[in-house]
């Protein structure tokens, strides 16, 4: 085994390395565009549907990003992974969210509490694909993707440094005060209204 290593080390890694900075070269000559530079980030949810409704669990470009609450929240902030471009690219970024919505609407409650022992949610999934909404001002820390869960089964996503809650915030308001059974759809035409199902 350490002859083969060794011949390994000496006859075919230089060959391989060869190998890959012609491709390099070649690929410059053509005039490819040099590759993007990605950077990790964290998942955070932010909920603007309501009391009634939640979502129970989100996945952006198939990265998992926990769950959070309907009114607000931000829930946790996963990093599993998910990586985009850097900076914002010349083309929009576009990635596809899928969400799982929880409304307990039909559940009935006393005092806080259940009055059937065993409640369950009625689930819905979804998807859409929407592009990535950049704010990374200059000398700033690290920055974070926003995923913002709107009425009428709307998305918005924004990679900024900046959190949901703060007030030069760029994305969506944070959702404030005594939250409603269900926040109101906006009447907006579908031209001017990222993705969704």
């Excluded at 952006?60 to 829930?75: A, D, I, L, R």
């Excluded at 914002?88 to 009935?108: A, F, L, N, Q, R």
């Excluded at 709107?150 to 969506?172: F, H, I, Q, R």
């Amino acid at each position: 085994m350490k002859n083969f290593v060794h011949y390994f080390l000496r006859r075919c890694l230089p060959l391989l390395l060869a190998l890959s900075l012609s491709a390099c070269s070649q690929a410059r000559l053509r005039g490819d565009p040099p590759p993007v530079a990605m950077v990790g980030t964290t998942l955070t949810g932010i909920g603007h549907l309501g009391e009634q409704v939640g979502i129970s669990q989100y996945w952006v470009n198939g990265y998992w990003g926990g769950s959070t609450s309907g009114w607000g929240g931000g829930g946790s902030f996963v990093s599993g992974g998910f990586k985009l471009p850097a900076q914002m690219p010349e083309e929009p970024y576009m990635v596809t969210v899928t969400w799982i919505i929880c409304d307990i609407s039909h559940i009935k409650f006393i005092n806080g509490k259940s009055v059937d022992p065993y409640p369950h949610c009625l689930k819905t999934e979804h998807e859409t694909t929407v592009p990535v909404h950049y704010s990374l001002p200059e000398g700033r820390g690290d920055s974070g993707l926003k995923i913002h869960f709107l009425p009428g089964n709307k998305v918005e996503v924004w990679y900024t440094v900046m959190g949901p809650s703060a007030s030069d915030y760029p994305g969506p308001a944070f959702p404030r005060g005594p939250a409603p059974d269900y926040a109101p759809v906006p009447e907006t035409s579908s031209a001017t209204v990222n993705g969704g199902q």
